[in-house]
């Protein structure tokens, strides 16, 4: 995906979280494509962590505990999550924002996190804002 097409996701993902309803369906189709061994959502925009915050409230209804959790570089010090090592997938990669980078994968490893789990399939905002 080139940078416009990224750019223009971007915007998509910012504009469904706006919504409630969109948020909400969002962030159903977001738990549809994480696999279930995943114990962590971890986003590094604003967008992503929202996202990721609401498909693990409602994950519970579903009997199943899933943390979201904010890579940032301003709080490099941020606390591990309990029950290292722990499985993970990037929100961003998802949505079909690119890649993890290379960052953040460092930031869950330096915290217990082992290496992403891939989403079971992309998901397409268009599809559910």
Not at 91 to 113: C, I, K
């Amino acid at each position: 995906m080139d940078v416009a097409a990224r750019v223009a996701r971007a915007q998509e993902l910012r504009q469904a979280v706006r919504r409630p309803s969109a948020l909400v369906a969002c962030a159903r189709e977001l738990l549809d494509a994480t696999p279930r061994r995943c114990h962590h959502l971890v986003a590094f925009c604003t967008e992503g962590y929202a996202l990721g915050a609401a498909a693990s409230a409602l994950a519970v209804a579903d009997g199943w505990e899933i943390a979201a959790l904010r890579a940032s570089h301003l709080a490099p010090l941020a606390p591990a999550p309990d029950g290292a090592p722990w499985q993970w997938m990037s929100v961003e990669e998802a949505f079909g924002l690119g890649p993890v980078r290379f960052w953040v994968a460092r930031w869950a490893e330096l915290r217990g996190g082992e290496k992403p789990l891939a989403p079971s399939r992309k998901l397409a905002l268009a599809d559910v804002a």
